[in-house]
Protein backbone atom coordinates (compact mmCIF):
# COMPACT_ATOMS: atom_id res chain seq x y z
CA UNK A 1 0.00 0.00 0.00
CA UNK A 2 2.65 2.39 0.97
CA UNK A 3 4.41 1.95 -2.31
CA UNK A 4 0.83 2.59 -4.53
CA UNK A 5 1.20 5.88 -2.51
CA UNK A 6 4.43 6.96 -3.22
CA UNK A 7 4.37 5.88 -6.74
CA UNK A 8 0.81 8.32 -6.71
CA UNK A 9 2.60 10.93 -4.98
CA UNK A 10 5.30 10.80 -7.64
CA UNK A 11 3.20 10.76 -10.33
CA UNK A 12 0.69 13.93 -9.51
CA UNK A 13 -0.72 12.09 -6.56
CA UNK A 14 -3.48 9.76 -8.73
CA UNK A 15 -5.23 12.69 -9.97
CA UNK A 16 -5.99 13.73 -6.94
CA UNK A 17 -6.09 17.24 -6.25
CA UNK A 18 -3.37 18.61 -4.35
CA UNK A 19 -4.50 19.79 -0.54
CA UNK A 20 -2.75 22.69 -0.90
CA UNK A 21 -4.58 24.44 -4.30
CA UNK A 22 -6.13 27.69 -3.61
CA UNK A 23 -6.01 31.28 -4.08
CA UNK A 24 -6.23 32.29 -0.27
CA UNK A 25 -2.44 31.23 0.03
CA UNK A 26 0.47 33.83 0.76
CA UNK A 27 3.41 34.54 -0.35
CA UNK A 28 5.48 32.98 2.85
CA UNK A 29 3.21 29.73 1.67
CA UNK A 30 4.88 30.42 -2.39
CA UNK A 31 8.30 29.99 -1.12
CA UNK A 32 8.07 26.42 0.02
CA UNK A 33 9.38 23.93 -1.62
CA UNK A 34 6.98 21.87 -3.64
CA UNK A 35 9.04 18.81 -2.63
CA UNK A 36 8.55 19.34 0.98
CA UNK A 37 4.44 19.68 0.21
CA UNK A 38 4.32 16.31 -2.13
CA UNK A 39 6.46 14.68 0.89
CA UNK A 40 3.67 15.76 3.50
CA UNK A 41 0.75 14.60 1.21
CA UNK A 42 2.20 11.76 1.17
CA UNK A 43 2.15 10.91 5.02
CA UNK A 44 -1.15 12.87 4.90
CA UNK A 45 -2.45 9.86 2.57
CA UNK A 46 -0.75 7.16 4.17
CA UNK A 47 -2.51 8.59 7.90
CA UNK A 48 -6.15 8.68 5.99
CA UNK A 49 -5.72 4.86 4.62
CA UNK A 50 -4.37 3.65 8.65
CA UNK A 51 -7.13 6.08 9.97
CA UNK A 52 -9.93 3.97 8.48
CA UNK A 53 -11.63 6.85 7.44
CA UNK A 54 -13.00 6.99 3.70
CA UNK A 55 -10.08 8.20 1.58
CA UNK A 56 -11.28 11.84 1.12
CA UNK A 57 -11.89 13.26 4.78
CA UNK A 58 -9.03 15.50 4.79
CA UNK A 59 -10.37 17.35 1.60
CA UNK A 60 -14.21 17.93 2.62
CA UNK A 61 -12.47 19.15 5.89
CA UNK A 62 -10.39 21.29 4.21
CA UNK A 63 -14.07 22.65 1.83
CA UNK A 64 -15.79 22.57 4.50
CA UNK A 65 -13.39 24.71 7.07
CA UNK A 66 -12.91 26.85 3.72
CA UNK A 67 -16.98 27.44 3.34
CA UNK A 68 -17.15 28.07 7.20
CA UNK A 69 -13.90 30.57 7.93
CA UNK A 70 -15.34 32.84 4.70
CA UNK A 71 -18.55 32.74 6.28
CA UNK A 72 -17.80 34.09 9.30
CA UNK A 73 -15.22 36.70 7.58
CA UNK A 74 -12.06 34.95 8.55
CA UNK A 75 -9.36 37.54 6.91
CA UNK A 76 -7.32 35.61 3.50
CA UNK A 77 -4.25 35.04 5.32
CA UNK A 78 -5.67 33.26 8.26
CA UNK A 79 -7.81 31.39 6.03
CA UNK A 80 -5.09 30.18 3.85
CA UNK A 81 -3.11 29.11 7.09
CA UNK A 82 -6.91 27.48 8.08
CA UNK A 83 -7.39 25.85 4.74
CA UNK A 84 -3.61 23.70 4.96
CA UNK A 85 -3.70 23.36 8.63
CA UNK A 86 -7.66 21.32 8.04
CA UNK A 87 -5.83 19.51 5.28
CA UNK A 88 -3.12 18.27 7.30
CA UNK A 89 -4.30 18.12 10.84
CA UNK A 90 -4.11 14.90 11.32
CA UNK A 91 -1.02 13.96 10.04
CA UNK A 92 0.23 13.57 13.34
CA UNK A 93 -1.15 9.90 13.85
CA UNK A 94 1.72 8.40 11.33
CA UNK A 95 3.09 8.01 14.72
CA UNK A 96 -0.28 6.00 16.11
CA UNK A 97 -0.36 2.18 15.26
CA UNK A 98 -3.49 1.60 13.20
CA UNK A 99 -4.82 -1.07 15.46
CA UNK A 100 -4.99 1.48 18.27
CA UNK A 101 -6.77 4.17 15.56
CA UNK A 102 -9.28 1.28 14.22
CA UNK A 103 -9.87 -0.16 18.03
CA UNK A 104 -13.64 -0.99 18.31
CA UNK A 105 -13.66 -1.02 21.96
CA UNK A 106 -12.59 1.98 24.17
CA UNK A 107 -9.23 2.63 24.46
CA UNK A 108 -6.71 1.50 27.35
CA UNK A 109 -4.89 4.14 29.06
CA UNK A 110 -1.64 3.55 27.23
CA UNK A 111 -3.66 3.64 23.89
CA UNK A 112 -5.43 7.26 25.26
CA UNK A 113 -2.05 8.79 26.08
CA UNK A 114 -0.70 7.51 22.17
CA UNK A 115 -3.34 9.13 20.94
CA UNK A 116 -2.94 12.02 22.79
CA UNK A 117 0.22 12.82 21.40
CA UNK A 118 -1.09 13.65 17.74
CA UNK A 119 -1.53 17.38 17.51
CA UNK A 120 2.50 17.40 19.13
CA UNK A 121 3.68 14.91 16.98
CA UNK A 122 1.97 16.69 14.15
CA UNK A 123 3.01 20.37 14.92
CA UNK A 124 6.82 18.94 15.17
CA UNK A 125 6.07 16.63 11.80
CA UNK A 126 5.02 20.57 10.15
CA UNK A 127 7.50 22.41 11.46
CA UNK A 128 9.95 20.44 10.73
CA UNK A 129 8.91 20.28 6.91
CA UNK A 130 7.81 23.59 6.59
CA UNK A 131 9.23 26.38 8.90
CA UNK A 132 7.96 29.35 7.11
CA UNK A 133 4.15 28.29 8.12
CA UNK A 134 4.03 28.24 12.20
CA UNK A 135 1.15 30.00 12.38
CA UNK A 136 -0.12 26.11 10.71
CA UNK A 137 1.71 24.15 13.13
CA UNK A 138 -0.52 26.18 15.79
CA UNK A 139 -3.51 25.15 14.30
CA UNK A 140 -2.94 21.32 13.88
CA UNK A 141 -1.36 21.74 17.41
CA UNK A 142 -4.81 22.91 18.97
CA UNK A 143 -7.13 21.01 16.89
CA UNK A 144 -8.61 18.61 19.49
CA UNK A 145 -8.78 21.58 22.32
CA UNK A 146 -12.28 22.11 23.10
CA UNK A 147 -14.56 25.61 24.16
CA UNK A 148 -14.94 24.24 27.55
CA UNK A 149 -11.56 23.58 28.27
CA UNK A 150 -11.93 19.28 28.33
CA UNK A 151 -9.64 18.65 25.30
CA UNK A 152 -6.01 17.97 24.96
CA UNK A 153 -2.85 18.58 24.69
CA UNK A 154 -3.10 21.91 26.37
CA UNK A 155 -6.85 22.26 27.74
CA UNK A 156 -6.89 25.44 26.15
CA UNK A 157 -10.68 26.60 26.34
CA UNK A 158 -12.81 29.59 24.97
CA UNK A 159 -11.08 32.30 22.81
CA UNK A 160 -7.61 31.23 24.39
CA UNK A 161 -7.89 28.33 21.24
CA UNK A 162 -7.46 30.53 17.98
CA UNK A 163 -10.28 30.55 15.54
CA UNK A 164 -8.60 29.22 13.00
CA UNK A 165 -8.88 25.55 15.50
CA UNK A 166 -12.33 26.40 16.43
CA UNK A 167 -13.42 26.45 12.95
CA UNK A 168 -11.42 23.03 12.18
CA UNK A 169 -12.74 21.53 15.14
CA UNK A 170 -16.50 21.90 13.97
CA UNK A 171 -15.38 20.89 10.19
CA UNK A 172 -13.34 17.77 11.67
CA UNK A 173 -16.17 16.81 14.02
CA UNK A 174 -18.48 16.99 11.25
CA UNK A 175 -16.93 14.78 8.92
CA UNK A 176 -16.00 12.25 11.25
CA UNK A 177 -19.77 12.35 12.53
CA UNK A 178 -20.81 11.94 8.72
CA UNK A 179 -17.80 8.94 8.34
CA UNK A 180 -18.42 5.43 8.93
CA UNK A 181 -15.80 4.80 11.84
CA UNK A 182 -14.46 1.11 13.22
CA UNK A 183 -17.11 1.29 16.51
CA UNK A 184 -19.97 3.02 14.54
CA UNK A 185 -22.16 3.20 11.08
CA UNK A 186 -22.13 7.05 9.89
CA UNK A 187 -24.73 9.53 11.42
CA UNK A 188 -27.55 10.57 9.36
CA UNK A 189 -27.42 14.62 8.29
CA UNK A 190 -30.05 15.77 10.57
CA UNK A 191 -28.54 13.44 13.60
CA UNK A 192 -25.00 15.03 13.09
CA UNK A 193 -26.71 18.63 13.12
CA UNK A 194 -28.10 17.26 16.27
CA UNK A 195 -25.14 16.60 18.16
CA UNK A 196 -23.68 19.86 16.91
CA UNK A 197 -26.65 21.45 18.67
CA UNK A 198 -25.93 19.67 21.83
CA UNK A 199 -22.20 20.12 21.62
CA UNK A 200 -22.10 23.82 21.12
CA UNK A 201 -20.82 25.81 23.90
CA UNK A 202 -19.57 22.21 25.48
CA UNK A 203 -17.06 20.99 22.43
CA UNK A 204 -17.41 23.23 19.96
CA UNK A 205 -16.96 27.41 19.65
CA UNK A 206 -21.08 27.92 19.49
CA UNK A 207 -20.88 30.54 17.07
CA UNK A 208 -18.82 28.49 14.92
CA UNK A 209 -21.08 25.80 15.03
CA UNK A 210 -24.50 27.54 15.07
CA UNK A 211 -22.86 28.75 11.24
CA UNK A 212 -22.14 25.55 10.75
CA UNK A 213 -25.65 24.33 11.08
CA UNK A 214 -27.08 26.73 9.24
CA UNK A 215 -24.92 26.86 6.24
CA UNK A 216 -25.67 22.61 6.31
CA UNK A 217 -29.38 23.86 6.25
CA UNK A 218 -29.43 26.05 3.73
CA UNK A 219 -27.46 23.46 1.14
CA UNK A 220 -24.83 25.59 0.86
CA UNK A 221 -22.14 23.09 2.06
CA UNK A 222 -21.05 21.15 -0.55
CA UNK A 223 -17.75 19.38 -0.47
CA UNK A 224 -15.12 19.23 -3.83
FE1 LIG B 1 -6.86 14.54 15.28
Known amino acids: MIMLLMLAALSGNGGKRSL ?35 VGHCQRVRDYAQILGEALDLETERLGNLLIAAAF ?4 KI ?29 ELWEGSVSRLPQVAQIIHQHHERWDGQGYPQELSG ?5 EARILQVADGYDA ?48
Open 159 to 163: TDISI
Open 95 to 123: GVLGKILNKRGPLDHYEWHIIYMHPMLGR
Open 20 to 54: WSGDHLGPEFDRVPPSRLWSIQLLNDVVEHKDGYT
Open 177 to 224: MRSDRPYRPALTEAKALQELRECAASQFDPEAAQVFIELVEGKKLQAA
Open 89 to 92: HDIG
